[in-house]
């Protein structure tokens, strides 16, 4: 049984900065292609950020380019979004999870609590 658990997020003004972690514990990460979501209320989740297994190719969602940077440490089975030039339309609960290869979802396992960010304008 996967279990995810997201971290990092916090109450940030705009223009700022957070990473987020994803630890994965009962199963290695190092095979499957990641993914970042997020969730605002009373939207749908959707996808943020992708990475290959190897963490040699990522993609994004238009609205993050050049912002968010996803990245991994299979050795840590950890997987990161860094977060910078926030604004208060990122504001949503963030989740990891495996993806198909090169897609955008849907994730594969069960989805973990998330994190909260909260951009303040």
């Known amino acids: 049984q996967v279990q995810l658990v997201e971290s990092g997020g916090g109450l940030v003004q705009a223009g700022g900065s957070l990473r987020l972690s994803c630890a994965a514990s009962?199963?290695?990460?190092?095979?499957?292609?990641m993914g970042w979501f997020r969730q605002a209320p009373g939207k749908e989740r959707e996808f943020v950020a992708g990475?290959?297994?190897?963490?040699?190719?990522?993609y994004y969602t238009d609205s993050v380019k050049g912002r968010f940077t996803i990245s991994r440490d299979n050795a840590k089975n950890t997987v990161y979004l860094q977060m910078n030039s926030l604004k208060p339309e990122d504001t949503a609960v963030y989740y990891c999870?495996?993806?198909?290869?090169?897609?955008?979802?849907?994730?594969?396992?069960?989805w973990g609590q998330g994190t909260q960010v909260t951009v303040s304008s």
């Open positions: 009962g199963r290695t990460l190092s095979s499957y292609w």
């Open positions: 990475i290959i297994w190897s963490g040699g190719g990522t």
């Open positions: 999870n495996a993806v198909p290869p090169q897609s955008t979802g849907p994730g594969l396992w069960n």
